[in-house]
C-alpha cells in the first residue's frame, strides 16, 4: 500500500523559513515523481513544486519566485520542500502526491496525482 506522510508543518513569522518532509512507501518502482500542493481556506488546491522520478528535473509555479526548493533524500524516500521568506499568503495545508511522472501545465503541478498525503499547516503570521 502506498502511503505519503507530510511532517514539519508549523507556525513562522514573515520572513521566516520551513522544511517540510513527504516520506513515501510502497512504491513498487524506485522512479516515482513527487509533488506539493497546497490549499489555503476557502480556496481551490494549487500546485507548488514537483520532481521528477529521476529526481533530475525540477517543476515550480511561478508564483513560488525562488522562494521554494524542492529536493529529495533517496535513502529515506523523503522529499522535501524548503520554503523560504514566507509570506501570509503562503499559509495553507500542504500537501505531497506521487504519481509515474510530474503532471504540470506551465510548470505548475495538477492535482491529478493518484497518490496523497493528509496534509501538513503551515501557518505564516504578518
Known amino acids: 500500500e502506498v502511503q505519503l506522510v507530510e511532517s514539519g508543518g508549523g507556525l513562522v513569522q514573515a520572513g521566516g523559513s520551513l522544511r517540510l518532509s513527504c516520506e513515501a512507501s510502497?512504491?513498487?518502482?524506485?522512479?516515482?515523481?513527487v509533488a506539493w500542493f497546497r490549499q489555503a481556506p476557502g480556496k481551490e488546491r494549487e500546485g507548488v513544486s514537483c520532481i521528477s522520478g529521476d529526481r533530475r528535473t525540477k517543476y515550480y509555479a511561478d508564483f513560488i519566485k525562488g522562494r521554494f526548493t524542492i529536493s529529495s533524500d533517496n535513502a529515506k524516500n523523503t522529499v522535501y520542500l524548503q520554503m523560504n521568506s514566507l509570506r501570509p499568503e503562503d499559509t495553507a495545508v500542504y500537501y505531497c502526491?506521487?504519481?509515474?511522472?510530474?503532471?504540470?501545465?506551465?510548470?505548475?503541478?495538477?492535482?491529478?496525482?493518484?497518490?496523497w498525503g493528509k496534509g501538513t499547516l503551515v501557518t505564516v503570521s504578518s
Open positions: 510502497g512504491f513498487s518502482s524506485d522512479e516515482y515523481a
Open positions: 502526491a506521487a504519481d509515474e511522472y510530474c503532471r504540470t501545465t506551465g510548470g505548475t503541478p495538477l492535482p491529478v496525482m493518484p497518490y
